[in-house]
């Protein structure tokens, strides 16, 4: 399983990102999948994950009503749409697999849940 993270870049406070994430090497719809971000400095952190069928979601306090993450199965792609960015938003994302069997709900929003990694993608918001 490869994960490819891509659509970060600079971006003024306020403004909108999307990530994308492909998944190749297996079909992505019977994993669940994550998006964590680490920003310089700090430990890296959840911050949205959806459940295989996209049905489901989970969010970071920090990510609610900002972020909404969403997937085509159909293309093996997980996207994450970043509106109304902030500069403590800065970091680089990652994208995450947990393939089967696959954690509860509640394991979603840690990391030793997920079993393959992107490479990241690095976003920078600017003030």
């Known amino acids: 399983v490869q994960l490819q993270a891509s659509g970060g870049g600079l971006v003024q406070a306020g403004g909108s990102l999307r990530l994308s994430c492909a998944v190749s090497g297996r079909t992505s719809s019977s994993y669940v999948m994550g998006w964590f971000r680490r920003a310089p400095g700090k430990e890296r952190e959840f911050v949205a994950a959806?459940?295989?069928?996209?049905?489901?979601?989970r969010y970071s306090d920090s990510a609610k009503g900002r972020f909404t993450i969403s997937r085509d199965n159909a293309k093996n792609t997980v996207y994450l749409q970043m509106n109304s960015l902030k500069p403590e938003d800065t970091a680089v994302y990652y994208c995450a697999a947990d393939t089967p069997p696959i954690r509860v709900y509640s394991s979603w929003s840690s990391d030793d849940s997920y079993d393959y990694w992107g490479q990241g993608t690095e976003v920078t918001v600017s003030s």
């Open positions: 959806i459940g295989r069928s996209g049905g489901v979601s």
